[in-house]
């Protein structure tokens, strides 16, 4: 038998993708999806502008949008602007409702894991200190992601000492309608406001000890690309390393963790437009090289900001807290 859940946001950027991501999974099925207020009632194929890449299943098509109130089921994957997230996350995790989050609202609480489950699923036993009966589980934002991913396998070759970020973010990513065209079109815009923030901190938080001490100073743009985020890293390592040695520590990775990223050796790539596919969990790295010292090295980190960055990425966390909860 299927595990029910609910979708918060089913209509929006996030919700989706996470449709697309789930409508043929075999452990878990929807089986209540929720928007705003003013489209309770409706058919989800009369309140939804679809923009995925994939076909809208007609079954989901059909099913009509509820109010959030009449949700009884395990799981929520919230995908909610954080402002209503604030009030709706703790709601229904007090009705018992565990809730898996893209939303900011409580990533940087203490008792709420920010997971990305290859990394520190461990984190999940943060709920015990929650006091409601249903937990809340996060994952990063879009952008942390592929920073984190990038950092995983580094981390093993030498403390790290400083961090300096770059990112190229795209347009999806703000949600919809997003940036203006107007805005953005032919244009960089070299802020996004709160990003930097949340890449620093919860960079750190995802890392814990492994971290400590490091330094990381960002900066992010955002771009007129529809999807994908690409970060630009510089790592100053407190010992020498060599990209050899980066080469072969993501090759080794890349095997223990089943394809968890697309290693280019192009040094033209990798390029959000060509590289990514609508259901892709992989950070894209690429443009390794030395820094200019023997203890720097350059990389590019690239990813789906709606799958790994977001929908992807709550999917992962709901099949891993899922089997958590099943172990104790
Ligand atoms: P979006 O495209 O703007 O979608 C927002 C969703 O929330 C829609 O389903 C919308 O329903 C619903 N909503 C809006 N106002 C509401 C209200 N007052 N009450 C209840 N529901 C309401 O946003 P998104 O890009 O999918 O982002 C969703 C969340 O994920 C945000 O917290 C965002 O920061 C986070 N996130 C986004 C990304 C990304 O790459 N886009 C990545 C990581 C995290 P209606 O259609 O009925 O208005």
């Known amino acids: 038998m299927k595990v ?12 989706q993708k996470f449709i697309s991501l789930i409508h043929d999974h075999d452990l878990f099925e929807l089986k209540y999806i929720v928007a705003s207020e003013r489209n309770n009632g409706k058919l989800y194929k009369d309140a939804v502008a679809w923009r995925d890449e994939s076909i809208l299943p007609e079954y989901i098509a059909n ?10 089921c395990d799981y929520a994957i919230s995908c909610l602007p954080a402002d209503i997230a604030n009030v709706w996350e703790p709601m229904l995790a007090d009705k018992g409702i565990h809730i898996i989050s893209n939303a900011s609202s409580f990533r940087d609480h203490k008792d709420v894991p920010l997971v990305i489950p290859e990394i520190n699923r461990d984190h999940f036993q943060l709920v015990n200190r929650q006091s409601s009966s249903g937990k809340i589980i996060t994952n990063p934002n879009c952008a942390t992601v592929f920073l984190a991913l990038a950092l995983f396998p580094l981390i093993q070759l030498s403390p790290i000492e400083h961090l300096d970020v770059v990112t190229l973010q795209g347009i999806s990513g703000a949600g919809y309608p997003g940036v ?6 032919g244009n960089t815009i070299p802020n996004i406001g709160g990003e930097e923030d949340k890449l620093e901190k919860e960079a750190l938080k995802i890392f814990g000890d492994q971290l400590n001490g490091t330094t990381i100073h960002s900066h992010v743009n955002r771009v007129p690309v529809l999807q994908g985020h690409s970060i630009v890293l510089h790592v100053l390592f407190k010992n020498e390393v ?26 033209f790539h990798p390029q959000p437009l060509r590289d990514l596919n609508p259901r892709d969990q992989r950070a894209h790295i690429g443009r390794i090289k030395q820094g200019g010292s023997a203890n720097r ?21 709901l099949e891993y807290f899922h089997k958590y909860m099943c172990s104790k």
């Not at 029910?4 to 919700?15: F, K, N, P």
């Not at 099913?63 to 009884?72: P, R, S």
């Open 63 to 72: 099913m009509t949008l509820t109010d959030v109130h009449e949700i009884d």
């Open 180 to 185: 203006s065209a107007y805005d953005l079109l």
């Open 242 to 267: 060599q990209v050899e040695s980066v080469e072969q520590v993501f090759s080794e990775f890349n095997t223990k963790y089943g394809g968890l990223y697309k290693i280019h050796e192009d040094p």
């Open 4 to 15: 029910s859940i609910a979708l918060l946001g089913a209509t929006g950027t996030v919700g």
């Open 297 to 317: 090295i350059g990389l590019v980190s690239m990813g789906h900001n709606l799958v790994r960055g977001a929908a992807g990425a709550a999917l992962l966390n």
